[in-house]
């Protein structure tokens, strides 16, 4: 960017401020479009938690949360793991962070050291497992893409396929670890 002003300084300063301007105001645009979509999908998931819908929204996924992050976790970690799972499958990856960070705190045994389950949670959060990417989505909206909904299928076989081979090498390492630790 200083590269850019210098070069601009000297060839048309006039465009200096003008440019500058110009990227302000589609910046500005832009968070108010993100700000519309995540007030909306952090309403929706404030309710179901006020709703107790979490408590049933963990119990479906119960199956799941169990075979990723192991049996012995609390109903309220449970629920903000569906929460977080639930987000993330919605394409609202920063609004899932709030019950990540709770979630964590719950699988965290306090002894200073990241388990299994930590891990896990950390690679489920940077995998993004989603079916319905609104955040981009909402980013072609305010583009003004002509199909913004093009992005779904091609988004749910990426979801699929990296989610089932992290997955699966993410296990295959807690049981190598597990074999070499005794």
Not at 89 to 94: D, E, K, R, S
Not at 138 to 151: D, F, H, Y
Not at 154 to 170: M, N
Request: hydrophobic share 45%.
């Amino acid at each position: 960017m200083l590269t850019g002003i210098i070069l601009m300084i000297f060839k048309s300063p006039d465009l200096i401020i003008s440019s500058m301007m110009s990227a302000s105001e589609s910046s500005v645009n832009l968070c108010i479009s993100l700000l519309a979509i995540y007030a909306v999908w952090l309403g929706l998931l404030k309710i179901l938690e006020n709703t107790g819908f979490n408590k049933q929204l963990a119990k479906w996924l119960s199956p799941i949360i169990g075979f990723l992050f192991g049996k012995n976790i609390d109903e309220y970690t449970k629920s903000q793991i569906a929460i977080n799972l639930s987000s993330n499958i919605l394409g609202l990856g920063n609004a899932a962070t709030p019950s990540a960070i709770k979630a964590m705190q719950g699988l965290d045994p306090k002894t200073g050291k990241i388990n299994n389950s930590m891990t896990m949670l950390m690679i489920v959060n940077c995998l993004s497992f989603q079916l319905l990417p609104t955040t981009i989505m909402g980013l072609m909206v305010a583009s003004n893409s002509t199909n913004p909904s093009g992005i779904i299928l091609p988004t749910i076989c990426t979801s699929i396929l990296t989610g089932v081979i992290i997955i699966t090498i993410t296990k295959l390492i807690f049981k190598v670890r597990k074999k070499h630790d005794k």
